[in-house]
Every structure is written in C-alpha cells, then in structure tokens.
C-alpha cells in the first residue's frame, strides 16, 4: 500500500528564494503546455502528445525569453508536465464516464493557494546524515521530522500553502500491519451526523467538536482587516496570509481528530461499517458550512485505508438506505420523520429507540449483510 508522509520544512531565505523560482519555472512549463494543446485544438490539428511538448519545454530553454528554465532543475520541469497530463487523462475519463466528471485543466497563477514542485528519484534528491533534505538546485533544507519513515521514499513533493508553510510530502510502500483480532466479531457501525459527529451502534456518540465554529470570532477579526487594506497593496497581501493561517489552524485541528478517532475505532473493532453520504449534495443546503465543518469524506476515506493496512474489514452502506426508517430490532420500516424526531417507538415491536443510535445499529446490520453477501 502505497501512503503519503507530510513533514513541515523551515527552507532559508536563499532556499525561499530558490523554491519560488522552481515554482514559477514549473508553473510556466504547464501553462505553456496547456496553451500548446489549446491553440492546436482551436487551429484543428491533432492532439499534441507529451512528447513533443516535452521537446517544445527542451527548445524553449535555448529560446532568450525562456533560457532562465534551465536554471531549475529538469525533473521539476517534466513533473509538471505529467502533472498536465494526468489532469487530462480525468478531464477525458469524466467525460467517458469512468469517474466523476471534472472541468478542463486550467491555467495555474502565481497566485494560487498552493505551490507545488515534484522530484523523482532520477533527481537526485536524498536525506542527509544530519536529517535534512538536501534538494537539485535548492540545498540542505531543515525538517521537523515527527516519525520515521517506513521504507525508502519513492517521490517527494515540496508545497507551500496559503499560510506561507512549507511541507515535503513524501510517497512510500507501506507494508500491511496486520493487528490482532479484538474477539468483538459482530463489528461497529457508524452513523455520521452534525449534532454529534458520530453515533455508534453500541450506544456510544462522539461529541461534534466545530473547529469551524469555534474559529468564527477570530477569522471575523482577520477577514475585517483584510477587507481595510487597499486592494493589490503588500498590507492586504499579509492580511490575507493571517486569514490563510487561521483556516490552516482549524484544517489541522480537524486532520487530528480524524486520524485519533479513526485509529481508535479501527483498532477496537473486527469490522467498521459506515453510511456512504452525498457531501455534494449536502454542502449545497443551508446546511453547507456545518457539513464542510464536520470532514465525513476525509475522515470515511481514513477509516478505508486503515482498515485495509490493519487488516479490518470495512464496507460503505449505500446511502439509499434507509436507516432511520428501519426498526433495528424487528425490521418493521415505520416510514420518514422530520429531523426534530430524535426518538420513537416502533409500531411493529413496541421497542423505544434513539433515532442515531437505531440508525447506527441498521447500518451496522445492513454493512454485515453486504460483506458476508
């Protein structure tokens, strides 16, 4: 299994400057490339392959306008072309039908959120003695490393986000780290909520922490003084790196207790299963900023691979299900109730049930159904 290891980079200010070089170099290659494709398509010539834009990037080297490309490193150049490329190869599988569609590559700006270069291992890049990541063209830079890594990285991918940070993101072959069975081989479902953020089917409901929420009196408060600062002047650039980092303070946080609670339901449990939401459809109600807040899809997509390395079973209960409308003791379907509904008797049994916590139970039944077919 292939997994990602983010640590946080302190480059110098030579490094800075080096790395801002990079990432407009390989901004300028993808834009490049992408104008190539786009005046071809509009001039009615076939598609341009990636070989000859890789040999256009070659010839624009030796071209005056463009000669200071060669002052970065070549891997950085032809990453950012198959970064193109792979924004192609989505853009056209949506469009057949094999994922979900998406827009067209576009052009990227200076101005972007995110920066990003990739080197590979034919760049030479490597880790020194003293655990610092020595990079083509750009030095020694130092890293807060947090853990060790368990093999031998493949790539690494050097971001700086809207907060002014800078992280190397690293791929590695993890191995399967299988855990020893917990005995409980009924398994835990899991219903996702706002009120709580998770109610599980043995009882237990996970307090919704709103880091969002929590942070609105203090984003107010940069976002206000963002909106004083003259439009395009340096004031208003930094105002706006302090609302970057307010937003980065509240992802991080919620990042966190994904992977604690994650991990925690992962290891205590033979099997989790949980409802498959429509997020795209729930952040377009008045519900948006709540649902965004609480994280389901990231903190879904942790509990797969985890269960997956661990050696857990996992399964995604359809969201056609209708778990709230189900008696999780009789199976007796008693019909929608609004949401102000947090409890009710079934009709079939006479059982009293936790809206939550009965749908938590079904998902529970219906994830077993589904993984023992």
């Known amino acids: 299994m292939q997994l990602r290891y983010a640590f946080r980079l302190y480059p110098a200010q030579r490094q800075r400057q080096a790395l801002a070089q990079a990432f407009g170099c390989a901004r300028v290659v993808y834009n490049d490339a992408l104008r190539a494709r786009q005046d071809a398509r509009a001039a009615g010539l076939p598609y341009l392959k990636a070989a000859e ?68 291992a034919n760049a030479r890049w490597r880790i020194t ?54 005995g409980a081989g009924e398994g835990l479902g899991i219903d996702l909520g706002l009120e709580h953020f998770a109610v599980l089917s043995d009882g237990r409901k996970i307090a919704s922490p709103r880091f969002l929420r929590r942070a609105e009196k203090k984003l107010r408060k940069v976002q206000r003084a963002v909106s004083r600062k003259q ?13 970057a980092r307010v937003h980065a303070e509240v992802a991080d946080a919620r990042r966190e207790f994904h992977h604690r609670l994650s991990t925690m339901l992962v290891r205590e449990n033979q099997a989790v299963y949980a409802e498959d939401l429509c997020v795209k459809g729930l952040a377009r109600t008045r519900l ?54 947090r409890a009710w008797t079934c009709a079939g049994c006479g059982a009293e049930h936790d809206r939550d916590v009965n749908a938590a139970r079904n998902i529970l039944n219906e994830g077993r159904r589904i993984t023992t077919g």
């Open 288 to 341: 948006a900023k709540s649902v965004h807040d609480a994280g389901w899809s990231q903190f879904i997509g942790m509990l797969e691979y985890k269960a997956a390395r661990h050696g857990r079973t996992f399964a995604r209960v359809g969201r056609a299900f209708a778990s709230s409308q189900i008696c999780s003791g009789c199976g007796f379907r008693d019909g929608p109730k609004p949401l102000h509904v």
């Open 129 to 182: 003695e003293r655990g610092k990541l020595a990079l083509p063209k750009i030095g020694e830079v130092e890293v807060r490393w947090s853990r060790a890594l368990p093999s031998v990285p493949a790539t690494v991918t050097v971001i700086k986000d809207a907060a002014g940070r800078y992280f190397a993101s690293f791929v590695v072959q993890a191995a399967d780290d299988p855990l020893p069975e917990t």
């Open 53 to 120: 834009l890789s040999a256009a990037m070659t010839v624009a080297k030796k071209n005056p306008e463009r000669c200071w490309l060669g002052e970065v490193s070549a891997v950085v150049l032809q990453q950012s072309l198959r970064d193109l490329e792979a924004a192609y190869r989505a853009f056209f599988d949506g469009l057949a039908g094999k994922r979900p569609r998406i827009g067209a590559p576009r052009f990227k700006s200076r101005k972007d959120a995110r920066q990003s270069i990739r080197f590979t």
């Open 231 to 243: 439009k395009g002047s340096a004031n208003r650039g930094k105002a706006r790196t302090r609302v």
